[in-house]
């Protein structure tokens, strides 16, 4: 399963640094709502629950273009078929393209969190290290998890920009609250982690069995 | 009497529970033979191959496909089937070179074959070259060196000559055509050189098969 899960991932990662079509837009998109947060809440900076709220609330909004765009080559370009005719077990396909998606984000959060600790943030984002990177990760793999699964789904749809919403956001606001909890109090002016293990032992459940769901239901989401 | 690569019987597939595409379709190809599937447009000629390649789950019979039966065993199909369709199922961003070394991997295929099949359908020139900068021609030429690179048994062709230039379906001939050898399904609308290259036709109206005295196209 590595290998052409290797082979699959290559060629995604491949796709888009020629077309650019997901991690720019998902970028510009972060760094757009963050000037929008920046002139709609009529502040100079932000701290606590409501700066975590608006990095996570972004951040979960920027994956939506990803995860819309993640099936659509194959859809386009008809890369399923192809891969249905290839000895190749589903899971491996599972598997390429949520990495993808998790580099995906990754790359995306290289540039937007600390774009988020400039423009609005109020505490240094410094204090925030390293748990905060950790929490990322951890975040990202879930997103990555469910991303995969619903735009799988999602792509069997003529409409999938709106399936893609009305499905990922509901199934990924266990993930936020618990996001959202272990980030507010690294953002604080007293900046410290306090409850991180608790919040990161229920994010990793959370990820661990969205990872379990994703693999066990994934061959039924490519049947005709 | 040998064991047939593909048998169908009485083959029943129904889209959106109201439109009959193939009904009662009956048809058995023996190894090394070549099967012509004529019809007009809409006849469900496409359907079938999709049903063969096991992209198409049937609704009714029973479908046998180099010893898989469909759907229950389509586990059994793939890396065992070559299917040249209407899309070339290559991406439009990546080289020639580049698409068919994805499909060699996936397919467990040595690299050495991706650059013997780049020179056999003539596209060394420009196997560099991303897809979308090609003409329909040469794109067909990569699908169908796409098709056989992992040297399939059965081929399941849908107007495998369409945007090629005599020269260019010549160069094929040995990959695709009566040359190679293969167990083939062919669908075409080339009624005539169908008829030349084939043991036996298979003649589609509206999802049903007919007989040789009637008129397909009507």
Not at chain 1, 132 to 159: K, N, Q, Y
Not at chain 2, 60 to 85: C, D, F, H, I, K
Not at chain 2, 93 to 120: F, I, M, Q, T, W
Not at chain 2, 173 to 201: N, Q, Y
């Amino acid at each position: 399963m590595i290998g052409p899960a290797g082979t699959i991932l290559r060629k995604d990662l491949l796709l888009e640094w020629r077309t650019k079509e997901s991690v720019p837009a998902m970028t510009l998109f972060s760094i757009t709502v963050y000037v929008l947060f920046h002139f709609g809440l009529d502040r100079n900076s932000l701290d606590g629950e409501l700066a975590a709220g608006v990095l996570w609330v972004t951040l979960l909004l920027a994956a939506v273009i990803g995860v819309t765009r993640l099936f659509a080559t194959e859809r386009e370009q008809g890369g399923i078929d192809a891969l249905l005719l290839a000895p190749v077990d589903r899971t491996a396909l599972f598997v390429a393209k949520a990495s993808a998606l998790f580099l995906f984000l990754v790359a995306v959060e290289l540039v937007a969190v600390p774009a988020f600790g400039l423009m609005l943030l109020g505490p240094s984002l410094g204090g925030a290290l390293p748990e905060l990177p950790l929490i990322l990760l951890l975040g990202d793999l879930g997103i990555a998890a469910v991303g995969a699964l619903v735009s799988a789904l999602a792509a069997e749809t003529r409409i999938r920009e709106l399936i893609v919403p009305l499905l990922l956001l509901p199934m990924l606001v266990p993930l936020l609250i618990c996001c959202a909890q272990a980030t507010e109090p690294l953002l604080r002016p007293d900046q410290g982690p306090e409850d991180l293990g608790r919040w990161l032992g229920l994010l990793t459940l959370y990820d661990v069995v969205f990872v379990l769901v994703s693999v066990a239901v994934f061959d039924f989401l490519l049947e005709d | 009497m040998h064991d047939p690569l593909l048998t169908v019987d009485d083959l029943h597939v129904v889209y959106d529970d109201a439109v009959h595409a193939l009904n009662g379709v009956s048809i058995r190809v023996d190894a090394g033979s070549v099967v012509a599937v004529l019809g007009s447009n809409g006849a469900g000629k496409t359907t079938l191959l999709r049903v063969l390649a096991g992209l198409l789950r049937p609704h009714g019979g029973r479908v046998s496909v180099l010893g898989a039966e469909l759907p229950r065993e389509r586990w059994r199909l793939p890396g065992q089937v070559g299917y040249l369709g209407h899309e070339p199922l290559l991406y439009r961003d990546l080289s020639g070179r580049e698409n068919l070394r994805y499909h060699a991997r996936l397919h467990g295929v040595a690299e050495e074959r991706v650059a013997a099949l780049l020179g056999e359908v003539g596209m060394d020139p420009r196997a560099d070259d991303p897809v979308r900068e090609l003409s329909r021609g040469m794109v067909q030429r990569l699908a169908a060196a796409r098709a056989v690179l992992h040297d399939p048994p059965l081929l399941l062709l849908d107007e495998p000559r369409a945007n090629l230039d005599p020269a260019a379906a010549e160069l094929l001939e040995p990959l695709i055509g009566r040359a190679s050898g293969r167990t083939r399904v062919l669908v075409s609308h080339d009624v005539k050189g169908a008829l030349a290259e084939s043991d036996a036709v298979l003649r589609l109206r509206r999802g049903k098969p007919v007989g040789a005295d009637e008129d397909l196209y009507r």
